[in-house]
């Protein structure tokens, strides 16, 4: 057991929180090898709000710092994002003849690229070679923070895909981007299911909360705390898989998130010796990814509340 969390709970400050587990340390961060790991804290669930989140995390400035690194292939385009094609179409459901995008952490534009021309485009990212990348692709400026944006500026549709886990207050963000909506814009997130079936049996041991840059993870529960603490509706909250699995990749898979769901370190200590034979850095990832509708996309919106 921990000596318990040093915090409360990043979203609604309570200090009812159930600890479900010890996270492992880690070495990589965004891609990155760092020179010494990031410890790996505690996964814990407020009781009040139904947030999941690590403990302890480290502050928005040190995340940013290491966001804001060299590597721009952490988030490949070349594999296939479920996510991506869920937010596509629901704009293009939405705002058939265009409108205003703005994509929160867009990374190397790819998603605001698969969007299109008819679309106006923009997107704030922390790391400068990736917001480079982006904004030749976009044939836009794109900021570093909502900070930059200017208040006259509104949006149709603002996305955070596979975004919210990486924040230190998500409730915060999810306030700063409705903020931004136009009268009928929404907010569309992407991000893990803290309530899925094989995180709710292996606790900490499940792939989402291996990586030191997820720290909140959010669930159906938590988003109705946070409807009423930010002011906005749940338009639409449905799960999906992130990946499909080929039948032999599934069945690798479902074998190794068992083992390290039951003996992680045994697992761990064993994926390092095998990959030192290979003369190949340690693991960055784990298996688990689209064994079970394991992601959230939800749509928020200002509007349905008045």
């Known amino acids: 057991m921990s000596d318990g969390p ?7 400050a309570s200090k009812d929180l159930l600890e479900i587990g010890k996270l492992p340390d880690s070495q990589w961060f965004a891609g990155t090898h760092l020179e010494r790991p990031l410890p790996g804290g505690w996964l814990y669930r407020c009781q009040n709000c139904s947030l ?23 988030w490949s385009e070349e594999t296939i994002r479920a996510d991506w094609d869920l937010v596509s179409a629901d704009i293009d459901k939405r705002f058939p003849h265009g409108g205003r995008v703005l994509d929160f952490g867009c990374y190397t534009g790819g998603l605001l690229a698969q969007l299109g021309t008819r679309y106006e485009r923009f997107g704030i990212e922390l790391n400068r070679d990736a917001a480079d990348i ?9 900021w570093s923070c909502i900070d930059e944006v200017g208040d006259e500026i509104q949006f149709d549709a603002i996305i955070a895909a596979d975004v919210i886990e990486h924040v ?11 903020t931004k909506l136009s009268n009928n814009g929404v907010l569309i997130i992407t991000t893990g299911d803290a309530n899925n079936s094989l995180w709710n049996r292996f606790g900490a041991n499940w792939w989402y909360c291996f990586y030191p840059e997820h720290i909140v993870f959010a669930s159906a529960d938590w988003l109705g705390y946070v409807s009423e603490a930010a002011g906005v509706t749940v338009v639409d909250c449905e799960t999906f ?7 032999p990749r599934r069945i690798l898979d479902i074998v190794q998130t068992y083992f390290y769901g039951s003996f992680p370190k045994v697992f761990l200590s064993l994926v390092r010796l095998f990959r030192m034979m290979l003369g190949r850095p340690d693991t960055t990832s784990l298996p688990g990814a689209g064994l079970t509708r394991d992601h959230l996309f939800v749509v ?7």
């Open 52 to 74: 999941k989140f690590r403990n302890p995390a480290q502050t928005a400035d040190v995340y940013a710092q290491l966001y804001d690194n060299a590597v721009t292939t952490t």
């Open 6 to 12: 040093s915090e409360s709970c990043p979203c609604c």
């Open 134 to 142: 982006a904004s030749q692709r976009i044939g836009q400026s794109v």
């Open 241 to 247: 898989r992130y990946l499909n699995l080929s039948l």
């Open 168 to 178: 230190t207050n998500p409730l915060l963000l999810i306030r700063q981007l409705a």
């Open 300 to 306: 928020l919106s200002r509007a349905a509340r008045n």
